[in-house]
């Protein structure tokens, strides 16, 4: 099967998705589209050859609170919040999980991130992970916890340009 990842349309049919996760099948499928509108979010779509959608991700900008700075940067070293973007939601659809999907959707965000870092200055991407499953796939493409929670985790953006700067 190839997949091919696309800006959010809202001609592609949603209802149908099913990730194992309510919360992320409800989000693509009522919110996706609002969040759109609203600007608070740009969703990417994977879709089979078809048009069936397979997966996606949803990221935006962001900013880490005091306390989660000291967490990256250790113990007072900032004064102020530090920018960031989020990948807010990752969800490959059940019936392809295993497949790759969730890995080519990661890499996919984080070239676009690596593209945003030329022209929006923020120093870290972060991701919420819906469970340890989820948190353990975001470890193994080098994701760090931070200290006092293992499902919320980050990325600096120098050690994502390194990483992309060598493929």
């Given at each position: 099967m190839s997949v091919e990842i696309v800006p959010f349309r809202r001609s592609i049919?949603?209802?149908?998705f099913r990730c194992g996760k309510p919360d992320l099948d409800e989000w693509i499928d009522r919110y996706a589209g609002q969040s759109e509108r609203s600007d608070t979010t740009r969703t990417f779509l994977a879709l089979a050859d078809?048009?069936?959608?397979?997966?996606?991700?949803?990221?935006?900008?962001?900013?880490?609170?005091?306390?989660?700075a000291a967490s990256v940067y250790?113990?007072?070293?900032?004064?102020?919040?530090?920018?960031?973007?989020?990948?807010?939601?990752l969800a490959v659809h059940e019936a392809v999980q295993g497949k790759g999907i969730g890995s080519l959707l990661l890499f996919d965000a984080l070239q676009r991130l690596v593209d945003v870092s030329?022209?929006?200055g923020f120093e870290v991407v972060v991701v919420d992970a819906?469970?340890?499953?989820a948190s353990v796939f975001y470890r193994r493409y080098g994701f760090t916890a931070f200290e006092d929670d293992d499902l919320h985790l980050f990325l600096t953006t120098k050690q994502l340009?390194?990483?992309?700067?060598?493929t």
């Open positions: 049919r949603r209802d149908g078809d048009d069936e959608l397979v997966g996606y991700y949803a990221t935006k900008a962001y900013e880490l609170d005091l306390d989660d250790g113990v007072g070293r900032r004064r102020y919040p530090v920018p960031a973007m989020l990948i807010a939601r030329r022209s929006i819906i469970d340890h499953d340009k390194l990483t992309f700067d060598n």
